[in-house]
Nanobody
């Protein structure tokens, strides 16, 4: 089976930085689009940033200029560098990826379990 495991969350002061990682493991033939989402309790999950297999990126307006998404295809790993963090960035961050995990040319959506980021003084 395929698993996505996030790491790197924690408590940080406003203005600080964190780097999230998402490692995909299991029977992986290839990974297409990858993305980071976040969710605050009681609110809908929102897209933070996405990156396709060619490296093209897209960001939510709220994080442009502060966050940077990247991926290492050789390691099946995605990253989110978060700088100039604000209290409004506090949320559970989820990794999302479309993965081909068998010989058929079919990509299935997978989610990580989430990692909590708390921005507070």
């Amino acid at each position: 089976q395929v698993q996505l495991v996030e790491s790197g969350g924690g408590l940080v002061q406003p203005g600080g930085s964190l780097r999230l990682s998402c490692a995909a493991s299991g029977s992986i033939f290839s990974i297409n689009d990858m993305a980071w989402y976040r969710q605050v309790l009681g609110k809908e999950r929102e897209l933070v940033a996405s990156i396709n297999s060619g490296g093209s990126t897209n960001y939510a307006d709220s994080v442009k200029g502060r966050f940077a998404i990247s991926r290492d295809n050789a390691k099946n790993t995605m990253y989110l560098q978060m700088n100039s963090l604000k209290p409004d960035d506090t949320a559970v961050y989820y990794c999302n990826a479309y993965i081909r995990h068998g010989p058929l040319y079919i990509y299935r959506e997978f989610w990580g379990q989430g990692t909590l980021v708390t921005v507070s003084s």
